[in-house]
T-cell receptor, first 118, second 115 residues
Framework: NADVMQNPRHLVRRRGQEARLRCSPM?????VYWYRQLPEEGLKFMVY????????ESGMPKERFSAEFPKEGPSILRIQQVVRGDSAAYFC????????????????FGAGTRLSVL | AQKVTQAQTEISVVEKEDVTLDCVYE???????LFWYKQPPSGELVFLIR??????QNEISGRYSWNFQKSTSSFNFTITASQVVDSAVYFC????????????FGTGTRLQVFP
């Protein structure tokens, strides 16, 4: 799982600032998912992306949150004008491309980014 | 709607005891996948097992075993002879057909194993 790289591990922001969270998927994986874990809760799906495309953003707040997965480089989850309620652990997961039947559907997670908003 | 329920919020056992973590799910899909992940104190999520809806065979991996019963919509996880290193939060999750679907997680069960 350590092969899904997230940075930074910890991020502290003041209210109103922007937070940028990065995720590099496992080698060969072209599907990226972002989840949010609030304190003492399970993980909640936010967004699913393939290279250069957002496939499902049904779990992402409509305002202040955006995600991208460019052709080159890591996936970015961006939170503008952060508020205290954004404090959480944000996890990225990746899965293989279609066609790998045995590995299909398993999502491998990074170590997460813990965002604290002061 | 899809839903995963882990009714046990926290379980404490003494080393070498067996412990079972319960997971009950709801889905209307005929093809679906069930997962268990472990989140140790260090915070990362570690994949443990995936089971598809057509495979009801129980699985054993070392001290870990899983009991999948479609009749009761349950996918329970048993740790035999627990060890302190098993202390973690364990999440059960559900995914629909195909590898493009999001995971629906339960709220997790915190397992504490005391020496």
């Amino acid at each position: 799982n350590a092969d899904v790289m997230q940075n930074p591990r910890h991020l502290v922001r003041r209210r109103g600032q922007e937070a940028r969270l990065r995720c590099s998927p496992m080698k060969g994986h072209s599907h990226v998912y972002w989840y949010r874990q609030l304190p003492e809760e399970g993980l909640k799906f936010m967004v699913y992306l393939q290279k250069e495309n957002i496939i499902d953003e049904s779990g992402m707040p409509k305002e202040r949150f955006s995600a991208e997965f460019p052709k080159e480089g890591p996936s970015i989850l961006r939170i503008q004008q952060v508020v205290r309620g954004d404090s959480a652990a944000y996890f990225c997961a990746s899965s293989p491309s279609l066609g790998l039947v045995e590995a299909k559907n398993i999502q491998y997670f990074g170590a997460g980014t813990r965002l604290s908003v002061l | 709607a899809q839903k995963v329920t882990q009714a046990q919020t926290e379980i404490s056992v003494v080393e070498k005891e067996d412990v079972t973590l319960d997971c009950v799910y709801e889905t209307r899909d005929t093809t679906y996948y069930l997962f268990w992940y472990k989140q140790p104190p260090s915070g990362e999520l570690v994949f443990l097992i995936r089971r598809n809806s057509f495979d009801e065979q129980n699985e054993i991996s070392g001290r870990y075993s899983w009991n999948f019963q479609k009749s009761t919509s349950s996918f329970n996880f048993t740790i035999t002879a627990s060890q302190v290193v098993d202390s973690a939060v364990y999440f059960c999750a559900l995914s629909g057909r195909g590898n493009t679907d999001k995971l629906i997680f339960g709220t997790g069960t915190r397992l504490q194993v005391f020496p």
